[in-house]
């Protein structure tokens, strides 16, 4: 979808449909004009109750060629008291998904009672643009019905802001479309594949020899019963001569369990347990495109985690980046321990902040649903810099403790840590084995397990994969 401004009137403006966001109980008095122009059309349809502006409302007008736009779209916004960001994002992303269902192609965007707000009218083109993913690759016939282009009817300049969000959603299309892709076709080999495809960056890729003699047994460990190469991806974008922020995304691009394998029920969408590491691509793609001047190096410890002869075992101890023996309770717990010995990896790069983001743990789906992301880290500064753009993007962040005492649920008789803690703080404990391994570096874990994956169509997030983490770390790295 194009986005475009343009400093014209609504009437004088020819597009196959018009929006006009509207506020509850506002009436039509903002577009008398138009509304005279179509002989009260509209105001008839408000006052006769069939368009409230409830949120979410729809009602689409023919305008039988009184002005130039050939039909007008009455968007609900709700109470005006009650507007936010992100109500006005799902708005966008409902006009969005309406208009894509009648077939429409170019629409225009009057911004008149955005205008006014505290909120600038591109949020409601950005859920429009969210809203507008389709993956249709493994489609014979694919549906190409949407939305071209939408022009932003506005005296203002906001093609920078336009152009940010444009990017943003890109990389939230791309983490998308690479969890979205089954585990056959989406191998480590495939996130190295797409790694290789940004611009403005460097990939560097550690095999797994190179793994064992560099010391990272623990993501060696989760490698061992698949036959499919691992790949520890290195990505680094040089935007400013700073120290560098370090992110760390969890790419198992397969997760059976291992020997501790994992009911069958649902395990198809165990292609998604490398959500964190596409979001980080994602992130990469849009640093690059919005020349963000940040340092970044990003880390995909990627491989797949299978049973298998040689297939690590539960009670099996090893040795990390470093230098800590990890005992293996679980084969199922196999995503902390390629993120700790990614944590130990970009150590020696002295970040300022080490960011990590991965569907960790199955209790956070059971705590937080799919609506929540929960937030770990030693460094209350950053984590409420992450708090910060979390309330920017509507990508929901909630803090969970880390005391002293959780190190208890860690402890093994027989090595350093053991990776599981049994079923009791789970979600908290798996934060707190990171931790062992973060150090003094200043250090945020982000668990995405609730929150990578919907079962249904929210307002501007398809079904399926949601791309979650990637405007969030956006935001954040904006912010910094």
């Keep these: 979808m194009k986005v475009t401004v343009r400093d014209t009137k609504e009437t004088t403006f020819s597009c196959d449909v018009l929006i006009l966001p509207l506020f509850e109980n506002q009436g039509i008095k903002q577009y008398s004009d138009i509304d005279k122009a179509l002989g009260g059309l509209p105001g008839k349809t408000i006052s006769s109750g069939e368009f409230r502006g409830r949120h979410g409302d729809m009602s689409l007008l023919h305008t039988e060629s009184r002005i130039k736009p050939a039909r007008v779209l009455l968007a609900g916004l709700g109470k005006k008291e009650d507007i936010n960001p992100d109500k006005l994002r799902q708005a966008g992303g409902r006009a969005a998904s309406y208009l894509r269902s009648i077939g429409t192609g170019n629409a225009g965007l009057s911004t008149r009672t955005i205008g006014p707000l505290h909120i600038s009218p591109v949020v409601f083109v950005e859920g429009c643009l969210l809203s507008d993913y389709r993956f249709e690759k493994y489609r014979k016939e694919e549906n190409r019905k949407g939305l071209k282009g939408i022009t932003v009817l506005s005296g203002k300049d906001i093609s920078k802001q336009i152009k940010q969000t444009e990017a943003a959603a890109k990389a939230a299309y791309l983490a998308r479309d690479l969890v979205n892709t089954p585990s056959n076709d989406m191998t480590p080999s495939g996130l190295v594949k797409a790694a290789r495809t940004l611009k403005k960056v460097s990939v560097k890729v550690i095999e797994r020899k190179q793994a064992e003699a560099l010391g990272m047994g623990a993501y060696v460990s989760v490698a061992k019963g698949s036959m499919e190469p691992s790949k520890f991806i290195v990505i680094t974008y040089k935007g400013k001569n700073v120290r560098p922020v370090a992110l760390i995304g969890k790419s198992i691009t397969f997760d059976s369990g291992g020997i501790s394998l994992k009911p069958s029920e649902g395990m198809e969408k165990m292609k998604y347990d490398m959500a964190g590491g596409a979001a980080v691509l994602g992130v990469m793609q849009a640093a ?13 410890p990627a491989t797949e985690n299978l049973p298998g002869g040689s297939a690590s075992k539960p009670g099996d101890v090893v040795m990390s980046l470093e230098g800590k023996t990890i005992e293996i309770i679980t084969t199922d717990a196999e995503g902390r321990l390629a993120i700790a010995d990614a944590i130990g990896y970009v150590k020696k790069f002295k970040p300022s902040a080490i960011i990590d983001i991965a569907t960790l743990t199955g209790a956070c789906s059971i705590a937080f649903g799919n609506e929540v992301i929960a937030m770990m880290g030693n460094d209350d500064s950053l984590m409420a810099k992450m708090k910060r753009a979390s309330d920017d993007t509507a990508e929901r962040v909630w803090q969970m403790p880390l005391f002293d005492e959780y190190k208890e649920y860690i402890k093994s008789d027989i090595a350093d840590l053991k990776n599981s803690g049994g079923r009791a703080g789970s979600l908290i404990s798996s934060g707190y084995f ?18 990578a994956w919907t079962d249904k169509d929210r307002p501007y997030i398809p079904k399926g994969a949601t791309g979650i983490g990637v405007r969030l770390l956006l935001e954040f790295l904006k912010g910094l």
């Design 288 to 300: 690059a495109e919005m020349n963000l001047p940040v340092h970044i190096i990003a880390v995909l």
């Design 434 to 451: 990171l931790k062992e391994f973060a150090g003094d570096v200043p250090w945020t874990h982000l668990d995405i397990a609730g929150t």
